[in-house]
């Protein structure tokens, strides 16, 4: 472990080196090997049951070193935004490559105390949270963005100068896959309105407030660099307010393709364009920035595999309906976000492809995919869901008194198990009898 993160320091720090290397992204990763085979996956399922969340490490290990390439001409952080998915284990992983990590709670931050961040290498970015954990964040070191005009003032009276903070801002930008994660438009609840920047400065000098960052989260699937370029063009207008200014934090929100013929945000480009404002802000007000970044789906989502098995098939006039062991209790995204994750079925991946409807076991209508074209599908069959690592299990829950599915991490060729199915005592472990 200690040898793959000198290793990737070497690497950072020999810019052109990494160029060599990354020239032929396509090879590089065909190289590391970030794709799980149908085979793979169908031993894991035999060895571990079904349904199961499968993370490849390499493929995290991958993501990571896209981004450092893609920014390595600024002075940029990386924050692993951990409410993606938070076992302990895929969080170690994490720390070993030198990323950092943001956290949405106070627990996440405990968490990533226990994975073996560093204090200054964690992030809280809060929002509607109680002052109370932003003075525990506070006792514990890490850094925090706060989010609105009520904790700041809480924040000034308590802290004054002495500990520096990020304001997480809402510039009112639409923007994201769908509107349940867009966070930086003008109904928003999320960061602080821009609007209110004389607020914001009002009570910057009534407390001496130590402003170290600006913050700006605008949502999840950003596929436009545009959309990060207003962002930072709102930094631009803003940085002279702020005398003690040391990082512009873009959030995260990277898009990732989930269908076939998607693409995901230029990381490049964005590195380039980002490249350029901090640049042009060194030029124009004669000082340096850190960039910030927060991903979460970008590391995590290609990484993961869920497993299913279809357990009916049913025909109706309309369709053939695929009903598998699971449902919105352990995959929300397709029903919630309206979200397209590839379905292959892997006990009979040569068939013919026909029409299906994907659904769950759950009293709700729990339909991952209609009509959608798929090996031909007989019960007993194991139906893969692709990105599933981002917002997976992570969202699950034992709705219909289910278990939640194992989880298993593939690393350096081995899989482990990394998280058990629930068993039935599980679900009465809170309960209380009188
Ligand atoms: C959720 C979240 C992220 C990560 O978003 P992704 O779409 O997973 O990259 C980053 N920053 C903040 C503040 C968030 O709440």
């Not at 810019?15 to 590089?28: A, L, M, P, V």
């Not at 029903?335 to 759950?362: C, D, L, W």
Request: glycine share 8%.
């Amino acid at each position: 472990m200690k040898k793959a993160k000198i290793t990737l320091q070497r690497k950072r720090l020999n810019n052109e080196q990494i160029g060599c290397y990354f020239s032929d992204e396509d090879n590089y990763l065909r190289n590391m090997s970030t794709v799980l085979s149908k085979e793979q996956l169908r031993g894991i399922a035999n060895e571990y049951g079904t349904p199961v969340y499968v993370y490849h490490a390499e493929k995290i290990t991958g993501q990571y070193q896209k981004l450092q390439q893609a920014f390595r001409q600024t002075n940029t952080r990386f924050f692993y935004a951990c409410k993606a998915l938070t076992n302990i284990n895929i969080l170690r992983h994490i720390h070993s490559l030198g990323c950092h990590i943001d956290c949405s709670s106070i627990n996440e931050v405990h968490l990533a105390l226990r994975a073996g961040f560093e204090k200054e290498n964690i992030l809280y970015t809060s929002n509607g949270i109680a002052f109370s954990e932003i003075e525990e964040a506070v006792s514990l070191g890490v850094n925090v963005n706060i989010d609105s005009l009520s904790n700041l003032e809480k924040f000034g009276k308590k802290y004054g100068h002495s500990y520096p903070a990020g304001i997480r801002l809402r510039p009112n930008i639409m923007a994201g896959g769908h509107l349940k994660i867009s966070t930086g438009h003008e109904k928003s609840k999320f960061g602080i309105p821009i609007e209110q920047l004389d607020k914001i400065l009002a009570l910057v000098d009534q407390y001496h407030l130590h402003i170290c960052g600006l913050h700006v989260h605008t949502g999840s699937e950003i596929k436009d660099v545009a959309v990060f370029m207003q962002v930072a063009d709102i930094f631009f207008d803003l940085v002279p307010y702020f005398k003690e200014l040391q990082f512009l934090d873009l959030g995260g929100g990277f898009k990732v393709p989930y269908h076939e013929q998607e693409t995901g945000t230029d990381m490049p480009l964005l590195g380039q364009k980002l490249a350029e404002v901090i640049q042009k802000l060194k030029d124009t007000y004669h000082r340096d920035f850190q960039a910030w970044f927060e991903p979460g789906k970008y590391l995590v989502s290609e990484c993961g595999y869920f497993i299913t098995e279809v357990t009916v098939l049913k025909q109706s006039s309309s369709t053939t309906f695929a009903g598998v062991n699971s449902g919105f209790n352990h995959l929300i995204r397709p029903m919630f976000y309206e979200a397209y994750h590839r379905i292959e079925n892997i006990s009979n991946p040569n068939a013919p492809k026909q029409p299906y409807t994907v659904t769950g076991n759950i009293c709700e209508t729990d339909t991952f995919a209609t009509d959608r074209l798929i090996n031909q599908i007989r019960e007993g069959d194991l139906l893969v869901f692709y990105n599933a690592g981002a917002y997976g299990f992570e969202m699950g829950s034992n709705y219909n008194s289910r278990f939640k599915p194992a989880q298993v991490l593939v690393k350096d060729g081995r899989a482990q198990l990394i998280g058990r199915r629930d068993v039935f005592e599980d679900l009465l472990r809170n309960q209380v009898e009188p």
